[in-house]
T-cell receptor, first 117, second 114 residues
Framework: AQKITQTQPGMFVQEKEAVTLDCTYDTSDPSYGLFWYKQPSSGEMIFLIYQGSYDQQNATEGRYSLNFQKARKSANLVISASQLGDSAMYFCAMREGYRGGGNKLTFGTGTQLKVEL | EAGVAQSPRYKIIEKRQSVAFWCNPISGHATLYWYQQILGQGPKLLIQFQNNGVVDDSQLPKDRFSAERLKGVDSTLKIQPAKLEDSAVYLC????????????FGPGTRLTVT
């Protein structure tokens, strides 16, 4: 089974509008975390936001917020007031711990976001 | 603070040749990761180091790929011999581990095998 599922290969949004990028996950580990990364066409991976499985409140970082629904195993990214510079590939990733210590990151297949005027 | 450095940025080789990539993580970061990102896919972890010890290399094709992290700082990833399907971007990332789970990525090396 896929550990991280991003069902939207591509999304369009009008500038200044909000957009939600979907992410569902699968794990039996009680301690885990969800990341969102942005990858522009230049290729670098840019960290956006992190939510731990025990965090009580949804994470927010500026225009980014994470809609974490633990029972549904979903961790959707909400981008408010979209800007042209938000056009990029967005990856959801899950952190799981190794038994011997350390953490493993598993990425989804990504969603290509295009912001239009 | 300097970011994760990688070189070269681009490499074109013929199949059956060998190639090596270099990564210098952020100073003080104990954990170093190598990922393979094939076009249109998310990054896939190849190997994870904690200082100079291997934590996970379960997805590293060990018949052709090797990696080392001498002295717990810089790391090299080698492919020998390369196959066409190895064409991808190879990303190096590092994390502090104890202070934060966030992984900081380098710019990547784009490998084309012809």
């Amino acid at each position: 089974a896929q550990k991280i599922t991003q069902t939207q290969p591509g999304m369009f949004v009008q500038e200044k509008e909000a957009v939600t990028l979907d992410c569902t996950y699968d794990t039996s580990d009680p301690s885990y975390g969800l990341f969102w990364y942005k990858q522009p066409s230049s290729g670098e991976m840019i960290f956006l936001i992190y939510q731990g499985s025990y965090d009580q409140q949804n994470a927010t970082e500026g225009r980014y917020s994470l809609n974490f629904q633990k029972a549904r195993k979903s961790a959707n990214l909400v981008i408010s007031a979209s800007q042209l510079g938000d056009s990029a590939m967005y990856f959801c990733a899950m952190r799981e711990g190794y038994r011997g210590g350390g953490n493993k990151l598993t990425f989804g297949t990504g969603t290509q976001l295009k912001v239009e005027l | 603070e300097a970011g994760v450095a990688q070189s070269p940025r681009y490499k074109i080789i013929e199949k059956r040749q060998s190639v090596a990539f270099w990564c210098n993580p952020i100073s003080g970061h104990a954990t170093l990761y190598w990922y393979q990102q094939i076009l249109g896919q998310g990054p896939k972890l190849l190997i994870q180091f904690q200082n100079n010890g291997v934590v996970d290399d379960s997805q590293l094709p060990k018949d052709r790929f090797s990696a080392e992290r001498l002295k717990g700082v810089d790391s090299t990833l080698k492919i020998q011999p390369a196959k066409l399907e190895d064409s991808a971007v190879y990303l190096c990332a590092s994390s502090h581990g104890q202070l934060s789970y966030e992984q900081y990525f380098g710019p990547g090396t784009r490998l084309t095998v012809t």
